[in-house]
């Protein structure tokens, strides 16, 4: 069977949820192996073993945490080249697909980006053209690169016992030209992280100002889902531009994605319609997003979503 090397997202060794769906998925295609860069390894061993990983390979060195992507992507490529992986998973997100491109050149290989299921044959699922049309898809050539999007399965345990293998790196000069100087870390809201979120509430012109984000923003909570929003309202400074949920903005595709006062056009959906079950409401009975609701509500927004909230605080009680 196939070793399937799977590129651990983590901080300080806890594991983000992301990686333990690209561990389900590796299953389909082989057998799992986790590529740990940096330290904290400890904390995350128990966790890797638990949905399946029968290995992890450990790269610790100063060079992953002092510079940008490049010591990352060597690390990678020198452990593919001493496993000769089957296929090699990473999280599709800004960092995630870098390190992919790089790896792929280093490789020689072929690299999907932003896919949205992967079989067990390593066909990639992919939304394409502003999300337009699903298309199938498979690297042809050396060891297939994957880059898939959070929230693209269940995470599902299968106990295994890791085995933990240190790997020692030459990083190339090339790979250190880009020193991290400071690192400041980013206030939390206590919400999920957009691109991770099972759940998803946005906001969109509807909401007629900052003030109107406070019934999103606590339906969201009710929900324990992240908050976003479209173009227009981020660049209304309604709300800040890093929730911005859009073909220029962040994709998300999450469980459960409600839009609330969002027409819906292509540049949203760009963003967003790869989730599982929409939900939109609108009092604009004609309103694009409509198309592609699975469920939709013709209303004023403050009226819909208090008593959403109120019923689903009613049904946790």
Do not use: C
């Not at 949905?51 to 992507?73: C, S």
């Not at 995470?155 to 016992?161: G, I, K, S």
């Amino acid at each position: 069977m196939a070793e399937i090397l799977v590129l651990v997202d983590h901080v300080d060794g806890a594991v983000r949820k992301p990686t333990l769906e690209l561990l389900t998925i590796a299953r389909r295609l082989g057998e799992p192996s986790a590529v740990f860069l940096g330290a904290g390894v400890a904390n995350a061993t128990e966790t890797l073993g638990r949905y399946g990983a029968a290995k992890v390979y450990v790269v610790d060195a100063p060079e992953i945490e002092g510079f940008l992507v490049a010591p990352k992507a060597e690390a990678l490529a020198a452990v593919a080249a001493q496993a000769s992986p089957g296929a090699i998973l990473v999280t599709s997100h800004a960092e995630g697909k870098e390190i992919a491109a790089r790896v792929a050149v280093k490789l020689g290989s072929g690299i999907l980006t932003d896919a949205v299921d992967v079989d067990a044959n390593g066909a990639a699922s992919q939304s394409v053209f502003a999300g337009s049309f699903l298309v199938t898809a498979k690297v042809t050539h050396g060891v297939p690169v994957i880059a898939v999007k959070p929230n693209a399965a269940a995470p599902e345990e299968a106990p295994a016992t890791a085995a933990v293998e240190n790997v020692t790196v030459s990083f190339s000069d090339a790979a250190k030209g880009a020193a991290i100087t400071s690192v400041a870390p980013r206030a939390k809201s206590g919400r999920p992280e957009l691109t991770e979120a099972a759940i998803v509430v946005s906001g969109g012109r509807g909401v007629g100002g900052p003030e109107g984000f406070a019934v999103i923003e606590a339906l969201a909570d009710s929900l324990g889902a992240a908050v976003g929003a479209s173009r227009a309202a981020t660049d209304a400074g309604w709300y800040p531009h890093a929730f911005q949920v859009g073909q220029t903005g962040k994709t998300v595709s999450p469980q459960l994605y409600i839009a609330n006062g969002i027409s819906g056009a292509i540049q949203h959906r760009a963003g967003m319609q790869t989730s599982k079950t929409i939900v939109a409401v609108n009092k604009d009975a004609e309103a694009p997003i409509f198309e592609l609701a699975d469920y939709g509500v013709v209303g004023d927004l403050f009226n819909v979503v208090p008593q959403l909230t109120d019923e689903i605080a009613k049904r946790k009680a």
